[in-house]
């Protein structure tokens, strides 16, 4: 039940924009995304309800599109504290709250 | 602030050893998490626990189990630790359904 994340890895310019994808096999009833700093824990960045609603944060916003089980990262004009490894995580909302995580996608930002 | 803790930062293990990983929190926060984190697999769901007693496995439960005897502790138990066991386990809690995951600081478990 593992989503998949592409790209892997990503290196930017400061300024520059990217976009991170999170596609999942089964039905959702929300997507999260964290960013992991080299050893350290992974930090929420934001939580995406079923609706299909776009949140925004600062630079960093994201969608889902519930109907084809994904959800997109969108990084404007990034900044080199942006580096790190982004996650998608995902539930079901069926059953038990389950909680599963993407293959994660290495994002370096270069001055 | 809301704490998690994972007993070690860093364990280092025989193969064919019992290990135990324990995780603890002191948000009164019903749902924990154990996942295995690896380079190119992301991380994975092992086992989760929903309540005292309660559990469900994840993508990856073999050579695994799990124990919550108390709400604040989830125990990962690897029965037999082997080579490919070798990894960062990271303990995650949240309160109900689609809330903001809280991570452990991670314990990176060596196999030899």
């Known amino acids: 039940q593992q989503p998949v994340q592409s790209p892997q890895a990503v290196i930017l310019r400061e300024g520059e924009d990217a976009v991170i994808n999170c596609s999942s096999s089964?039905?959702?009833?929300?997507v999260h995304w964290y960013r992991q700093k080299h050893g350290e824990a992974p930090v929420f960045l934001m939580i995406?309800?079923?609706?299909?609603e776009q949140k925004g944060h600062d630079k960093i916003s994201a969608s889902f599109n519930e109907k084809k089980q994904q959800s997109s990262l969108y990084l404007t004009a990034s900044q080199l504290s942006y580096s790190g490894t982004y996650f998608c995580?995902?539930?079901?909302?069926?059953?038990?709250?389950?909680?599963?995580f993407g293959t994660g996608t290495r994002l370096t930002v270069i001055p | 602030d809301v704490k998690v803790t994972q007993s070690s930062r860093y364990l280092v293990k025989r193969t064919g050893e019992k290990v135990f990983l324990e995780c603890v929190q002191d948000?009164?926060?019903?749902?924990m998490f154990w996942y295995r984190q690896d380079p190119g697999l992301g991380l994975r769901l092992i086992y989760f626990?929903?309540?005292?007693?309660?559990?469900e496995k994840g993508d990856i439960p073999e050579g695994y189990s799990v124990s919550r005897e108390k709400k604040e502790r989830f125990s990962l138990i690897l029965e037999s630790a082997s080579t490919n066991q070798t990894s960062m386990y990271l303990c995650?809690?949240?309160?109900?359904?689609?809330?903001?995951?809280?991570f452990g600081q991670g314990t990176r478990l060596t196999v030899v």
């Open positions: 995580g995902t539930d079901t909302g069926i059953g038990a709250n389950n909680l599963f």
């Open positions: 089964k039905a959702l009833y929300s």
């Open positions: 995406l309800l079923k609706g299909g």
């Open positions: 948000m009164d926060h019903e749902n």
């Open positions: 626990s929903y309540d005292v007693k309660m559990k």
């Open positions: 995650a809690i949240t309160q109900g359904m689609s809330t903001e995951a809280f």
